[in-house]
């Protein structure tokens, strides 16, 4: 994780200061309106006492739309399927373990549609380098539980949360990465225990 980070950082100062050395250009101006589609890397865990530490690896893909109201700000909609996953301790004090059967495959995979509104702020004179920062819904499409007993629901229908990130925008090319902290308890069990998500995100994608 560390690597990839370590990675991301440099290329994107190397396109924000090639972008101030060349000025603005044709290339930096804006239409009002774009839209296009990205895929990418989705990293997630869930948070809580019946959890395992540690992240795993899903994906992301999804369409969106700019609307770019000046020359520093912008709004980005999007609708986005969000695949996570998560494994459940097998600590025996755990709370609910009474809900699973005998084994260790407890995990969980998680189908999500998610809809985003991010403001678009430029960084620099360029305009190919957004800080992104914005809410999100998430509503559940399916879950799927390995080892649970009965065919009952054991996460809410909807997760709120907070995303914030970084926007390569290129000419037809768009790639970038993004923190998204989960706001919601969506545990839909008791409240005995908050679960809350968290994943990072890395893109590509095409603009139109």
Known sequence: MKKLVASILPLLLTVNLFAQRNGVNDIDRENFFRFGAKAGVNINKISGESYKDGFNFNYQVGAFAQFNFSKRFGLQPEINFAQSSTTFSNDQTDIYDDLFRDGSQKTATLNYLEVPVLL?????????????IGPAFGGLLSQKIDSLKSGGSLYKNSDWSAIGG?????????????????????????????????????????TF
């Open 120 to 132: 678009n702020i430029n960084v620099g004179q360029s305009k190919h380098v957004k800080f992104q």
């Open 166 to 206: 970084l926007w390569i925008q290129l000419p037809v090319i768009n790639f970038g990465a993004r923190y998204k902290l989960g706001l919601s308890n969506v545990n839909d069990i008791d409240n005995q225990e908050k679960w809350k998500s968290q994943a990072i995100q890395f893109f590509v994608g095409v």
